[in-house]
């Protein structure tokens, strides 16, 4: 094929990319059009049931908002674009290329590392945009502007909680599976740290890049330490080790920060008893609304989504208009919020604080402990 | 308008890099994977000089060249004992070895959490704090690299490149040291390499070990492929296509639900169907 047609074709895909944009995402200056929302949010990749839960909760709200008449009378719209966290500038990408189409609220991205890319980038959009990330469990995101929040709480506290329930239940040598990536070394050093000063003793820790999937060799280091329990802030790969250790016999207690339903699939019934910290569940009246619409339960940061859109609506109302610097203003000044995550404490940097619950696997199940 | 000029300074670091790349590759028949740990090491450089000693971008530019340089006279100096695969296999360990030193070097890099509030550049006084205006420089440092490139490969040098991508042993038999050549070349696409490293990290203002792993280089080699080895300009446009072809896809309208997924099946036929039907690349002139 000559080259100089591909190259046209090339050229023509961006053209008619770029035309697209104008089309059909234009912002409606009118002030009558819907309110859009962009859900930058992970939809391919490991962080993948993140963002489709928060996608789901995101939609459930905008739906439940729209048939009460939407906002100041404007319908919210939501525009989705995969935030594609294996690399910053691709979250960047996807960012810039919602702000170009006008969009000024914004819900992402869904994990730490690219919330850590783009909260510099998004920083600089004060005033035009808000950015609200649904499970992003670092406090250096939403303290790096006043444009950016966060819904989900700062997970090191969690783990602190974490550490002190495995001390009082009994563990003092404890092996820890983590990873050298921004969240999973976060929980690790929160962990040790914590442990550390109740006396207790880190026994081994290793740390591995998550896309590596034989945890064979680190699983028989881990089981030889005879730890009194293992803690598993290696989150990618929480079913694999613990498979690995059920087949080496380790029958001790296993611990960790936060538990998905694909990672227990994974994990083919080896993570039976573990103990896990995450936040209240969704309430019951969300949980019923969720399976009335959509036929299955909500999964993990289906209520923070949910809650991060109320908010935005609130706050529209209670400015009494969609200007971002006045509805701005107003979200920074919130000091709680109620919503289907439960009740929530707002604090002066754009955070949210809640109390950390403990859960257990059960039967295949997550129980929630009372404690 | 932003979104545009965003990519256009992405599409000005990549051909930066494929041009580095292309040199090595390219125009000496080397198969090295390890353009993203110079990369790394250029942006690395410029975002701890910047954020803990305050110095100037393009001083930083300088330092980060010098540090790749001798990075890669190392590395060059043991790889050129291998030919082949075995070349492309020791170049592959050392971007693993590169990497894990920005993931684990946590008092110079801070591992996986990077290093946030990088400035950008400032030129007597005058901070280019405009993305358009960082377009423009890119634009320009891309342009110059361009020029430097065609001169090397046109000179006498760049035929002895080509003489040894084509017959190593036949230009050993005439005298010539291939084993320097070889060496220089590759500190040379390192140094090139490094410079868009600066500039990626002074354009994003955060670096994170991420940004520069072996599915990096990987990509950097997918991009001289596509656009054509031994082509400068085909280094560029396979910049251009395999910058702005994920972008494109995000604007066809497959059903939100499965959107993203389907954006990359796409991506993946396309470049399949550009290989099947234009294996030399765009505007390539060789094979490998």
């Known amino acids: 094929m000559n080259k100089k047609i591909i190259i046209l074709i090339a050229t023509l895909v961006v053209i008619i990319g770029g035309f697209t944009i104008f089309a059909n995402n234009k912002n409606d200056e009118s002030g009558k059009g819907p309110i859009k929302i962009g859900a930058l949010l992970c939809l391919t990749g490991p962080c993948a049931e993140w963002g489709e839960n928060s996608l789901s909760g995101i939609k459930l709200a905008v739906e439940e908002i729209n048939e009460k008449g939407g906002v100041l009378g404007r319908p919210f719209e939501i525009v989705v674009q995969d935030s594609t966290e294996a690399t910053p500038a691709s979250t960047i990408s996807a960012y810039r290329n919602l702000v170009s189409s006008g969009i000024e609220y914004i819900i992402g991205p869904s994990w730490t590392a690219a919330g850590l890319a783009l909260a510099p980038v998004a920083s600089d959009d004060v005033g035009k945009v808000i950015i609200t990330s649904p499970s992003l469990g670092v406090a250096e995101f939403n303290e790096a502007s006043d444009n950016i929040f966060n819904l989900w709480p700062h997970d090191d506290l969690a783990t602190r909680a974490l550490a002190k329930y495995a001390f009082d239940n009994g563990a003092r040598n404890v092996a820890i599976f983590g990873s050298k990536e921004a969240w999973y070394q976060a929980q690790s050093d929160a962990f040790e740290d914590e442990f550390k000063k109740l006396g207790g003793t880190i026994i081994i820790r290793e740390d591995q890049p998550s896309e590596q999937k034989d945890q064979r060799t680190i699983a028989l280091k881990i089981n030889a330490a005879k730890p009194d329990a293992v803690v598993f802030t290696n989150y990618d790969n929480i079913g694999l080790m613990s498979k690995e250790l059920k087949n080496l016999g380790y029958k001790n207690a296993q611990y960790t920060i936060n538990l998905d339903e694909s990672r227990l699939t994974q994990a083919q019934g080896s993570l039976e008893g573990a103990v896990y910290v995450t936040y209240a569940p969704a309430t019951s009246d969300f949980q019923d609304a969720f399976e009335k619409r959509y036929g299955k339960k909500p999964g993990i940061t289906t209520d923070n989504a949910y809650d991060v859109v109320y908010l935005y609506a609130k706050a529209i109302e209670d400015s009494g208009t969609s200007d971002v610097e006045e509805v701005n203003k107003t979200l920074s000044a919130y000091k709680d919020f109620s919503g289907a995550s439960g009740n929530v404490t707002i604090d002066d940097k754009g955070g949210v604080e809640k109390p950390a619950v403990f859960w257990k696997v059960e039967s295949g199940k997550f129980v929630r402990l009372e404690k | 308008m932003e979104y545009f000029i965003h990519l256009g300074v992405l599409v000005s670091i990549y051909a930066i890099l494929a041009m580095s790349l292309n040199l090595v590759v390219g125009y000496t028949g080397l198969l090295s994977i390890t353009q993203a740990a110079f990369y790394g090491i250029g942006a690395y450089a410029t975002a701890i000089l910047i954020t803990s000693y305050g110095m100037n971008f393009f001083l930083s530019i300088l330092i980060g060249m010098a540090i790749a340089a001798l990075a890669a006279f190392i590395i060059g100096y043991v790889l050129s004992k291998f030919d082949g695969d075995y070349f492309a296999l020791g170049s592959f360990g050392f971007n693993i070895i590169i990497f894990s030193i920005f993931l684990n070097w946590q ?92 500039f990626f990290a002074s354009y994003i203002t955060f670096v994170d070990p991420s940004s520069f792993n072996l599915n990096e280089s990987i990509f950097i080699l997918s991009i001289i492929i596509l656009g054509g080895l031994a082509n400068n300009k085909g280094a560029i446009w396979g910049a251009v296509f395999l910058i702005l072809l994920p972008e494109a896809l995000r604007f066809v309208g497959f059903p939100t639900d499965v959107a993203a997924q389907m954006r990359q099946v796409v991506y993946g036929l396309i470049l399949i169907f550009l290989m099947l039907y234009r294996p030399q690349g765009l505007m390539g002139e060789f094979k490998l």
């Open chain 2, 107 to 198: 008092g110079l890099t801070r591992g996986p959490l990077g290093i946030p509030g990088i400035d950008r550049p400032s030129i007597f006084g005058f901070t280019i704090s405009d993305n358009i205006s960082f377009l423009i420089l890119s634009v320009l440092f891309a342009g110059a690299i361009y020029f430097i490139s065609q001169f090397i490969v046109n000179s006498s040098f760049g035929r002895v490149l080509k003489a040894i991508r084509e017959d190593e042993k036949a230009i050993q038999i005439f005298g010539y040291k291939t084993h320097h050549y070889k060496l220089i070349i590759f500190i040379a696409g390192a140094m090139i390499a490094s410079i868009a490293g600066s």
